[in-house]
């Protein structure tokens, strides 16, 4: 009970800080490459109109980005006091693309704002560009090494387990790094990033055209975001595409969970709305939903390139589907503690300096050895994620980011024909999307997340086992305060935007 409790805590706090840091991070990828655009346009120009347009985003800017460092150091720190078993196991793996950020990505954006912030009269125009650009550069290359990390958690690759140590150690570098699922992972992840920026502009913009107040800078600020934004959706979408694509190949599990697929099928389309019935269970004869619209054949051909795929459902996954040659999860869990047998049995031997029993049990654990974390687990259906949680997660994303794309087409339409500050209402929707880009962003990664339980590492070790050995009064104590810390945070950058906001960028 003490350690269900202590993971699901040690989880809740992880979840809690992620969150929070999130809610910053992809205002700092987005705004960062707007603010690049619209101080290369103002050396381009000369204009000193677009120099305080720049100005005034730079400010916004900042604030994020100051706040944001917090809670991202905060979330690394909790790998080594909450995580500790995990960072002992992987961290010759997982550290090494974080280092790598902290000692490239990290300095040379923190190195490059300080002159982007500072240097507008001490440095040359060109040398200010390039600052802000490699401010942009360098926060992007932040999120490259720090998904480079997480894919790997979700796809792991190039690492090979030492019995010796019981750890996973590197084998390939370069496997690592272009980790298909890392790559679209990050791909998917910067380019929300861009679609945030967008919305925030864009919402900030219709403020002012709301109130009728410094109207020429708000029109030219939707031109430049909706612009951007606009690309950035496709590319979202584009992304976002192969990133499921990844998951139907490495994941099907999460697949499962995020269409709420239990029975799986050939030509088996995508679910575009539903309400999942919440009396479904693992392997009855229930309906999936209560009500659903299909796009028919979709899910096969999206997740495996071809119409006519098999797509495995959750009961697939549990219970095995010959016909098809998915393994059993009983299976899969019996062999696991085969690995885990096999390893103690290594370990004894090389204790008693016996050799020969040392390799026989080092050839079974390497003929199992990709089961291994399914001999912790205790029952087959611990495979599967919360489906609930996962599904609506996923659908709320996909619409949400499909509203974006149409809100950019529009803003961009109105602002070029000069018409955007007679749009009331779609200056009113640009607003209050502002909000709705967050929840996207923080259900994406829900379902990133969430979807892949019960495995801190895919396959390979489950959550449960990764946890530092600690009370776990100790940790709600920490949840509270963290809450507490992070709210305020929150509440700090949000009154310091409005204060700006309503001073206007001619007070930049």
């Known amino acids: 009970m003490e350690n269900t409790l202590l993971v699901e805590l040690s989880r809740s706090q992880f979840a809690l800080t992620a969150l929070y840091h999130w809610l910053f991070v992809p205002l700092t990828l987005g705004l960062s490459f707007i603010i690049a655009i619209m101080e290369t346009i103002y050396v381009k120009t000369g204009s000193a109109e677009w120099k305080k347009i720049t100005r005034f985003w730079m400010t916004l800017f900042g604030i994020n980005f100051a706040i944001g ?29 974080l280092a790598i950020e902290g000692l490239m990505a990290f300095f040379m954006e923190s190195t490059f704002f300080a002159i982007m912030f500072f240097g507008w009269d001490k440095v040359s125009k060109k040398v200010h560009l390039t600052s802000t650009w490699l401010v942009a550069i360098g926060s992007n290359l932040s999120a490259l090494w720090i998904l480079i990390a ?19 150690e590197m084998h390939n570098f370069f496997d690592v790094i272009f980790n298909p699922v890392a790559v679209s992972k990050f791909l998917h992840t910067i380019s929300s990033g861009y679609v945030m920026g967008s919305l925030f502009v864009i919402g900030i913009s219709s403020w002012y055209l709301l109130k009728g107040k410094d109207t020429l800078f708000a029109k030219r600020s939707i031109m430049v975001a909706a612009s951007f934004g606009l690309l950035t959706s496709i590319f979202l979408i584009t992304t976002g595409d192969e990133s499921a694509h ?25 679910v575009a709305i539903g309400q999942l019935n ?12 209560d009500w659903s619209i299909k796009i028919p054949y979709a899910l096969s051909f999206l997740g495996f390139r071809d119409i006519n795929a098999f797509v495995p459902g959750i009961d697939d996954l549990v219970y095995g589907n010959k016909k098809i040659g998915i393994e059993p999860a009983s299976e899969k869990l019996a062999k696991g503690k085969i690995a885990l047998n096999a390893l103690r049995s290594y ?10 029993e040392a390799k026989k049990s080092l050839v079974k654990f390497r003929a199992y050895e990709k089961y291994l974390g399914f001999g912790y687990l205790k029952d087959p259906k611990q495979i599967i994620p919360p489906v609930p ?23 961009l339409y109105f602002t070029s024909v000069g018409k955007i500050e007679k749009q009331r209402l779609l200056l009113r929707l640009g607003l209050f999307s502002i909000p709705l880009g967050y929840l996207a962003g923080e259900v994406g990664w829900i379902v990133a ?23 776990s009064s100790s940790v709600a104590i920490t949840i509270g305060l963290f809450t507490v810390l992070f709210t305020a945070l929150l509440i700090a950058e949000i009154k310091i935007m409005l204060t700006q906001i309503k001073l206007g960028y001619k007070g930049a």
């Open 246 to 270: 990844q998951v139907a190949l490495k994941q099907p599990t999460k697949l499962a969970a995020m269409e709420g697929l239990y029975d799986g099928a050939k030509r088996e389309g995508i």
């Open 389 to 411: 949680l996962t599904f609506y997660s996923f659908h709320i994303m996909v619409g949400l980011g499909s509203w974006f794309l149409i809100l950019f087409a529009l803003s």
């Open 278 to 289: 919440s009396d479904k269970k693992i392997g009855d004869k229930q309906d999936e939903f």
């Open 69 to 97: 460092v917090a809670t991202g150091i905060i979330m690394e720190f909790e790998f080594g006091t909450n995580w500790s078993n995990y960072s002992w196991i992987v961290g010759d793996i997982f550290g090494a693309p």
């Open 347 to 356: 370990k004894n031997a090389k204790k008693a300096n016996d050799l020969q």
């Open 449 to 471: 997340e969430v979807g892949r339980q019960p495995w801190a590492i895919q396959d390979m070790l489950p959550t449960g086992i990764a946890t530092s050995q600690l009370d």
């Open 150 to 168: 997480n894919g790997w958690m979700q796809n792991p690759v190039g690492m090979k387990f030492n019995l010796d140590t019981a750890r996973f």
